[in-house]
């Protein structure tokens, strides 16, 4: 079974950039779709991005054009790299391994990582 661990949460402010990094042992990363989702007090979480086998993304429409998701197999690992962030991208994001492809339903991923804070604010 796969676990997932992630990583480059951190304070920064309006407009800045950020890039969150997912890594994957314990089971090839090739063989799961990743998704990104993130998480406010009191909020349901929210899919960001669901990244494919073969590396094709698809993004919840709050991050789109703004947010990237890529995959290294070698290297057992997914990133999110996020541009021109808002106060309101504040959350503790969260990696999560399924089977499914383009689906940001939290339901569909058995195994999520620990999450990362992220803070976006001046």
């Known amino acids: 079974q796969v676990q997932l661990v992630e990583s480059g949460g951190g304070l920064v402010q309006p407009g800045d950039s950020l890039t969150l990094a997912c890594a994957a042992s314990g089971s090839t990363v090739r063989n799961y779709v990743i998704g990104w989702f993130r998480q406010t007090p009191g909020r349901e979480r929210e899919g960001v991005a669901s990244?494919?086998?073969?590396?094709?993304?698809y993004y919840g429409d709050s991050v789109k054009g703004r947010f990237t998701a890529s995959r290294d197999n070698a290297k057992g690992t997914v990133s999110l790299q996020m541009n021109s962030l808002e106060p309101e991208d504040t959350a503790v994001y969260y990696c999560?391994?399924?089977?499914?492809?383009?689906?940001?339903?939290?339901?569909?991923?058995?195994?999520w990582g620990q999450g990362t804070q992220v803070t976006v604010s001046s």
């Open positions: 990244v494919c086998l073969g590396g094709r993304a």
């Open positions: 999560a391994a399924g089977s499914t492809c383009g689906v940001l339903d939290r339901a569909q991923y058995s195994t």
